[in-house]
């Protein structure tokens, strides 16, 4: 297993409109890069677009799938030798999920649960001893409906509430080893995908009371670099909202 001097962001759910954007950011500044997602054309993609930048590689799982974590994990320590953060921009929505409560679906809850909350748990179970290796960072992210109560939101609020309680926890403990953990919770983003679900009448409201206006991605990909260097090494186990003034 070679093992490279650069340091190796891995980011789950990394050809998606966040992910995308924080591979960029992450390969401007002199990391490798190991980007994740489900769709191989997806990924593909976003590893042709972006390797004028630096070296950044492509690997598909699907989070929904046993072991998917580890084997993820296992293929990018192969690889690299080494992994110094793991960013998790996983979206999960099945259908049933967001909506008025009654329109919700029950029988899909448990399961999104599992793999929503489960899959950053696993993420961080099976990377845990390579970021300890170096002083490594967890970040997931998790979304304002797990910070502030509204509307249509309860079952996507409770596993957001979920993930941030296990990153909370995790990373008191995960101090001594020397790892840093962190959520960081995005609301509405303009020019993602989600942006689009939810439709430009939804979106105009939204920055209508978003003071500072709504980020975009690359608003938000910095911050990301931030905590994952040397500066933010006394900073752990934070929850940071992205949002432009929207919830505070
Ligand atoms: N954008 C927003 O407005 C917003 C607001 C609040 C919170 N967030 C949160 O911020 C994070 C990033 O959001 P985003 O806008 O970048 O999302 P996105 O553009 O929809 O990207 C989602 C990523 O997750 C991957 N993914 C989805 N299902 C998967 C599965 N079963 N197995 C493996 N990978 C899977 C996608 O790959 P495929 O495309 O191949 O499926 C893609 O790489 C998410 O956790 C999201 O919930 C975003």
Known sequence: MPVT??????????????????AR??????????????????????????????????FLADIWEDDAAEMLVAEVAEQYGRID????????????????????????FGDFLN???????????????????????????????GIY????????????????????NFAVEAALDGIRAHAISPSYVEGSASAQRMGSERMASAARRAGLGLPTADDIAPLVLFLCNDGAAKITGQVISVNGGLNA
């Open 149 to 168: 109560a509204a509307p249509r939101q309860a079952l996507i609020g409770a596993a957001r509430a979920g993930t941030i309680g296990f990153i909370r």
């Open 85 to 108: 953060a793991v960013i998790d921009c996983t979206a999960t929505g099945p259908v049933g999920i967001t909506g008025l409560f009654p329109e919700t679906s029950p029988e899909v």
């Open 25 to 58: 950011h992450a390969l401007s500044h002199g990391w490798k890069v190991a980007l994740h997602g489900r769709t191989a054309e997806k990924v593909d993609a976003a590893v042709t677009g972006l390797s004028y930048l630096g070296e950044i590689d492509g």
């Open 115 to 145: 793999v929503s909350v489960g899959w950053v748990e696993r993420l961080a179970y099976a990377s845990h001893d390579f970021l300890a290796q170096q002083g490594g960072t967890l970040i997931a992210f998790v979304s304002d409906a």
């Open 5 to 22: 001097d650069q340091k190796v962001l891995l980011i789950a759910g990394g050809s998606g409109s966040i992910g995308s954007a924080i």
